[in-house]
């Protein structure tokens, strides 16, 4: 049984911080390139950031550079999103999936290996 189990979102004020995480069952995250997203209300889903399965490289989309930090921990399975300096434009539900692309740049929706978790829910509002 293949699962991703997202946690840790909430809300939080401009500026504040969140760190995600994206627990695993049934695969090993160092075996896969994995990736997050996430998608705001009246948008769609789109790629935040990536890691490679060596953890040598790591993407991060226009948005969020400079501010989100993608890692991973083997020993847990478990691979988080460091967010910080939240801005307005970033509540959204965000979601961890593994990826069948290297991770080259930001992960597209289609390049998902597997399926979707639930997802957790970041709000930034003072």
């Known amino acids: 049984q293949l699962q991703l189990v997202e946690s840790g979102g909430g809300l939080v004020q401009p500026g504040g911080s969140l760190r995600l995480s994206c627990a695993a069952s049934?695969?090993?995250?160092?075996?896969?390139?994995i990736g997050w997203f996430r998608q705001a209300l009246g948008k769609e889903r789109e790629g935040v950031s990536c890691?490679?399965?060596?953890?040598?490289?790591?993407s991060y989309a226009d948005s969020v550079k400079g501010r989100f930090t993608i890692s991973r921990d083997g020993a847990k399975n478990t691979v988080y999103l460091q967010m910080n300096s939240l801005k307005p434009e970033d509540p959204a539900v965000y979601y961890c999936?593994?990826?069948?692309?290297?991770?080259?740049?930001?992960?597209?929706?289609?390049?998902?290996?597997?399926?979707w978790g639930q997802g957790t829910q970041v709000t930034v509002s003072s």
């Open positions: 890691i490679t399965i060596s953890g040598s490289r790591r």
């Open positions: 049934g695969f090993r995250v160092a075996s896969y390139t």
């Open positions: 999936a593994r990826l069948a692309s290297p991770c080259l740049g930001v992960p597209g929706v289609e390049t998902i290996f597997g399926s």
